[in-house]
């Protein structure tokens, strides 16, 4: 099962138009979570204590893990969050601290090292950003180190267009470029 955690909110996402595009060519169907549409639970003092209370009873078939238990079956992971910030929308955030699951998207050895229990061995972060000051060390290299260190998914591609906003940009150009790499990508 391919999983598209679509962090996307614009009508006219460019970020998603290339989500799209690589889904095409990966999966004839996929599960799509649309973040936009999640009301996501307040995280207070007694939300962490009834989280806590079903991790600790192994309470994993608890509907507050229903997108945790999604994300560790996924065969493969698709993220599309556009460049906000010098990270993402709030929103994949909140996603992230819903997902990280102790007991079902990782566990702890004995050593106190994270493992992995999630299924899926690829992940692709797909990003757009309107100017070409894009350090990957915050968005996307945040959801790398989550997704080969907690999550045990060892592949994490990223894919992104950048400077679409710059004055003079070729949008169409910049975005066709990236779909031919796409492209390319998936020919490997």
């Not at 614009?10 to 004839?28: Q, Y």
């Not at 702890?108 to 692709?124: F, I, M, Q, S």
């Not at 267009?161 to 169409?172: E, F, K, P, Q, R």
Request: negative net charge; charged residues 25%; hydrophobic residues 45%.
């Amino acid at each position: 099962m391919v999983l598209f955690v679509n962090a996307c909110v614009r009508g006219e996402s460019r970020t998603k138009h290339l989500a799209e595009t690589l889904l095409e060519m990966i999966a004839d169907n996929y599960e799509e979570i649309r973040l936009e549409d999640v009301k996501f639970p307040k995280t207070d003092e007694a939300f962490l204590k009834n989280r806590d209370n079903l991790m600790a009873e192994e309470r994993f078939d608890d509907e507050s893990f229903a997108m945790a238990r999604q994300f560790a079956a996924a065969d493969t992971i698709v993220i599309a969050a556009p460049y906000w910030d010098l990270s993402f929308p709030a929103s994949l955030k909140q996603y992230i601290e819903h997902i990280n699951v102790l007991g079902v998207t990782f566990e702890y050895t004995t050593e106190g090292v994270p493992k992995g229990l999630c299924k899926a061995d690829k992940l692709y972060y797909i990003m757009t950003a309107g100017g070409n000051y894009v350090p990957e060390e915050f968005g996307f290299g945040y959801i790398k180190a989550l997704a080969q260190n907690f999550y045990g998914i060892s592949e994490v591609e990223l894919i992104k267009a950048t400077g679409l906003d710059i004055y003079g940009a070729d949008v169409n150009n910049i975005l066709s470029a990236e779909i031919k790499r796409i492209q390319n990508l998936i020919k490997r």
